[in-house]
C-alpha cells in the first residue's frame, strides 16, 4: 500500500525502464509553453532596464477599474517595502532604510517599462516578484506606481483615468484600502497546468518499455 504500482512523478523507488534518464517525472518537450504562460518572462537581461524603458509598452488602458485593481495588488505585494503612499516608509522600508520615495528624483519619471521590469526582475535589494505576479498583474501596478509619482496620495488616482474602454463610474470599493478584506483579483498562475493534458501528445506506456 505505501509503493503504488503507478509511477508518481515526485517519487522515485526504482529505476523507470519508460522514461528518459530512468526517472517518473517527464521534461516538457523543447520549446513548448505552458497554458498561460506565453510571454510571462521577457528576455530583457535583468540589468537592461534602459532597453525595457524603450521596448515595453503597457498593452492595457488606464481606466478605472484597471486602476483599482493595480492599488489593491500594490498594496497587497509592495505596500510593505514601498509605502502605502509610495514614499518608502512601509514596515520593512522603515526598517531596513534605501527604499526609493516615488515621488522624488528621477523615480517620478520611471515609465511603465522600467516598472515592469523591475517588478519581474528586481533591483538592487529588491528580489525578483516575477514569480508573483503575472504580467497582467505587473502593468496594473505599473498603473498604479505612476499614481503615486504624482504626490504620493492614491487619492490622485483619478487624474490618470482615461475614457478608454470599461466604465469609470462608481465609487471606491473599500477592499482597496482594507487589507485585512483584501480578496484576490488575479492568480500567478503558478501552478496552473494545461487545460487540454494530454492532447497532441503520445499515448503513455506506464509499465511497457515497448
Known amino acids: 500500500m505505501y509503493d503504488p504500482i503507478p509511477y508518481e512523478p515526485l517519487k522515485q523507488y526504482s529505476f523507470n525502464q519508460v522514461n528518459a534518464f530512468g526517472i517518473n517525472q517527464r521534461t516538457p518537450p523543447i520549446a513548448t509553453i505552458p497554458r498561460g504562460k506565453l510571454d510571462y518572462y521577457t ?14 509598452r503597457n498593452p492595457y488602458p488606464y481606466t478605472k477599474e484597471n486602476l483599482l485593481e ?5 498594496t497587497r505585494v509592495c505596500a510593505h517595502c514601498h509605502g502605502e503612499n509610495g514614499n518608502g516608509q512601509g514596515p520593512v522600508g522603515i ?10 528624483a528621477q523615480y517620478k519619471t520611471m515609465n511603465d517599462g522600467h516598472i515592469y521590469h523591475v517588478i519581474q526582475w ?3 535589494r529588491m528580489m525578483p516578484h516575477g514569480s508573483i505576479v503575472n504580467p497582467e498583474e505587473r502593468w496594473k501596478i505599473s498603473m498604479y506606481v505612476h499614481v503615486l509619482q504624482l504626490n504620493n496620495d492614491p487619492a490622485d488616482l483619478p487624474k490618470l483615468v482615461k475614457a478608454t474602454g470599461g466604465s ?20 500567478a498562475q503558478a501552478g496552473k497546468g494545461s487545460e487540454t493534458p494530454g492532447q497532441g501528445g503520445t499515448v503513455g506506456r506506464n509499465g511497457s518499455s515497448i
Do not use: C, M, W
Open 70 to 74: 493595480g492599488q489593491v495588488l500594490y
Open 122 to 124: 528586481g533591483r538592487n
Open 43 to 56: 528576455h530583457i537581461p535583468k540589468d537592461s532596464v534602459g532597453i525595457a524603458e524603450r521596448t515595453l
Open 95 to 104: 526598517k531596513f532604510k534605501g527604499v526609493p520615495n516615488y515621488s522624488a
Open 168 to 187: 469609470q463610474t462608481g465609487p471606491i470599493d473599500s477592499n482597496v484600502r482594507d487589507r485585512a478584506n483584501q480578496y484576490p483579483v488575479e492568480e
